[in-house]
Antibody, heavy 126, light 106 residues
Framework: QVQLQESGPGLVKPSQTLSLTCTVSGGSISSGSYYWSWIRQPAGKGLEWIGRIYTSGSTNYNPSLKSRVTISVDTSKNQFSLKLSSVTAADTAVYYC??????????????????WGQGTTVTVSS | EIVLTQSPGTLSLSPGERATLSCRASQSVSSSYLAWYQQKPGQAPRLLIYGASSRATGIPDRFSGSGSGTDFTLTISRLEPEDFAVYYCQQYGSSFFGQGTKLEIK
């Protein structure tokens, strides 16, 4: 059974770069019609999708964060990573990684985010 | 950019009652792109429904999804105590989530 685990610093200073890694266990990050996403949730608020990466290396990002986000994948380590630059207090949140799946049938069919990490809290503060 | 608006913001019901949660898109969404999630306090979201109406693995059949175009619905036929949580809809195209509906015990 595939499991995801986020890791990285819990405290980041303003203007610095937030860096998180999601480790995939129980399966290969390269197998199947999967892609890999980051989502965040400020305390008491809703979910915000940050971006995703396909194992081909292509990426999609939330337009509101695109200028500051980089998502990459390291298939040799079975990991994918998030970098968010120039952080402010508004970037304080629980950050989740998740697995998504979709495939082309007669049309594109999306199977949702079916596996999630437990989440890691990142606080931006000096 | 497609915006998803969920209603109501909070729904107060009793166990055993039927819950109907709405997700409205600002423009037409392919049904195959629409998913629903449940989130309990301190936990990661859990996938309930994909393709607007297909239950994810292990999801009880009291959960059902329906809808097309711009209007989608998540229905919980008979509420169990463990169903009180926050529910989000999401569409693949932009991957944006709705703002959530909190289902609370009346």
């Amino acid at each position: 059974q595939v499991q995801l685990q986020e890791s990285g610093p819990g405290l980041v200073k303003p203007s610095q770069t937030l860096s998180l890694t999601c480790t995939v266990s129980g399966g290969s990050i390269s197998s199947g019609s999967y892609y890999w996403s980051w989502i965040r949730q400020p305390a008491g608020k809703g979910l915000e999708w940050i971006g995703r990466i396909y194992t081909s290396g292509s990426t999609n990002y939330n337009p509101s964060l695109k200028s500051r986000v980089t998502i990459s994948v390291d298939t040799s380590k079975n990991q994918f990573s998030l970098k968010l630059s120039s952080v402010t207090a508004a970037d304080t949140a629980v950050y989740y990684c998740a697995r998504e799946r979709g495939e082309w049938l007669a049309f594109y069919y999306y199977y949702g985010m079916d596996v999630w990490g437990q989440g890691t809290t990142v606080t931006v503060s000096s | 950019e497609i915006v998803l608006t969920q209603s109501p913001g909070t729904l107060s019901l009793s166990p055993g009652e039927r819950a109907t949660l709405s997700c409205r898109a600002s423009q037409s969404v392919s049904s195959s792109y629409l998913a629903w999630y449940q989130q309990k306090p301190g936990q990661a979201p859990r996938l309930l429904i994909y393709g607007a109406s297909s239950r994810a693995t292990g999801i009880p059949d009291r959960f059902s999804g329906s809808g097309s175009g711009t209007d989608f619905t998540l229905t919980i036929s008979r509420l169990e105590p463990e169903d009180f949580a926050v529910y989000y809809c999401q569409q693949y195209g932009s991957s944006f989530f709705g703002q959530g509906t909190k289902l609370e015990i009346k």
